[in-house]
């Protein structure tokens, strides 16, 4: 379970929306940037395993669609 979600919108113009995220999971911090077309950047730790980058990637795609497009 992902806990203290935390989302910053970093650019937003015609072209660009990006916004960098942070939670903890399993007792690590992760940080990275989201994009309007879905792509994340991770940005910390600097490695994660396929299977739970699949994972969290999923979590935050969920997460944005509720904070970002759901929320307004």
């Known amino acids: 379970m992902l ?4 989302l ?3 650019k937003n113009n015609m ?3 990006e916004w960098e995220f942070s939670f903890y999971y399993k007792k ?3 940080r990275g940037k ?3 077309n879905g792509d994340i950047k991770w940005l910390s730790p600097s490695s ?3 299977e739970e980058e699949k994972f ?3 979590c ?8 970002v497009y759901e929320d307004h």
């Open 3 to 6: 806990t203290h979600f935390q």
């Open 8 to 10: 910053k919108e970093i």
């Open 15 to 17: 072209i660009n929306q």
């Open 28 to 30: 690590t911090r992760y």
């Open 34 to 36: 989201y994009y309007k």
């Open 48 to 50: 994660l395993d396929e």
């Open 56 to 58: 969290l990637s999923s």
């Open 60 to 67: 935050v795609h969920d997460l944005m669609l509720y904070h």
